[in-house]
């Protein structure tokens, strides 16, 4: 399948909006395409998970790193929709 998300506009747009670090935006980088892969979101949502989403979704959550606002993010959908959690954010290099 292939990912709507164009994966160098959103580590661009996650540094620009949330002043991350290079760690930081690849590792949601890496999530949002293994979860735009995934279908799931535009099965359970109704729409293509793209940049534009990801952005405005963790502009939403809570003040946090760009890693700590996915994993709310994604908590939500779990809570919502469940079968997410493989989704989140353990560990990362910054």
């Known amino acids: 399948m292939d990912s709507g998300i164009d994966p160098e506009r959103l580590e ?6 949330f002043d991350a670090t290079p760690g930081q935006s690849r590792v949601v980088v890496r999530q949002a395409v293994d ?9 359970d949502v109704g729409t293509a998970l793209t940049a534009d989403v ?9 003040d ?9 993010w ?5 809570i919502a929709y469940g079968g997410y959690g ?5 560990r990362y290099r910054s």
């Not at 661009?12 to 909006?17: C, W």
């Not at 952005?55 to 809570?62: G, N, R, T, V």
């Not at 946090?64 to 709310?72: A, F, I, K, M, S």
């Not at 994604?74 to 779990?78: A, C, F, P």
């Open 74 to 78: 994604i908590g939500s959908l779990e």
């Open 54 to 62: 990801v952005i405005d979704e963790l502009s939403d959550a809570p």
């Open 86 to 90: 493989q989704f989140g954010i353990g």
């Open 35 to 43: 979860l735009a892969d995934s279908g799931r979101y535009e099965t």
């Open 12 to 17: 661009r747009r996650l540094r620009e909006a």
């Open 64 to 72: 946090g790193t760009p890693p700590e606002r996915w994993n709310w």
